[in-house]
């Protein structure tokens, strides 16, 4: 991965991902199995 990217990324994502009111660990795990089924690609 490239550093540049990966720190722009989190700066945007992070809040919503990892905050106190963004989403659940619940919610995250959803949406990773989802992200997964979507692609094909074992969870």
Not at 23 to 35: L, Q
């Amino acid at each position: 991965l490239k550093p540049n990217i990966m720190k722009t990324l989190m700066a945007h994502v992070g809040p919503v991902m990892f905050d106190e009111y963004g989403v659940s660990r619940a919610e995250r795990d959803m949406v990773a199995a989802v992200v997964s089924a979507t692609n094909k690609c074992q969870y």
